[in-house]
């Protein structure tokens, strides 16, 4: 069984960072992506950056050169650090690793206002 589990997020005013972190645990597997989807009331989730089978990242055109998705230093984490948030960032911030299935985060919540 593998567990996805996110941490950060918080309430932060606009043009203000933040850095969400993840790490997948378990046993006997090979996680081929990692990254980070996001989902905002009323809105479908969405991709916000990944890495891919390839190793290579994808980033969402809204998010491109104000997020930047790295590798955590332990094995199967990443880190999300957030710079320049705006209002429409606002929305709940999910992990997902990717073996045979996907499986994601419980999400943890982003919020930008002034």
């Known amino acids: 069984q593998v567990q996805v589990v996110e941490s950060g997020g918080g309430s932060v005013q606009p043009g203000g960072s933040l850095r969400l972190s993840c790490a997948a645990s378990?046993?006997?597997?090979?996680?081929?992506?990692m990254g980070w989807y996001r989902q905002a009331p009323g809105k479908q989730r969405e991709l916000v950056a990944a890495?891919?089978?390839?190793?290579?990242?994808n980033y969402a055109d809204s998010v491109k050169g104000r997020f930047t998705i790295s590798r955590g230093n332990a094995k199967n984490t990443i880190n999300l650090q957030m710079n320049s948030l705006k209002p429409e960032d606002t929305a709940v911030y999910y992990c997902?690793?990717?073996?045979?299935?996907?499986?994601w985060g419980q999400g943890t919540q982003v919020s930008v206002s002034s």
């Open positions: 997902r690793a990717d073996l045979m299935n996907f499986y």
């Open positions: 890495f891919t089978n390839s190793g290579s990242t």
């Open positions: 378990g046993s006997g597997f090979t996680i081929v992506a």
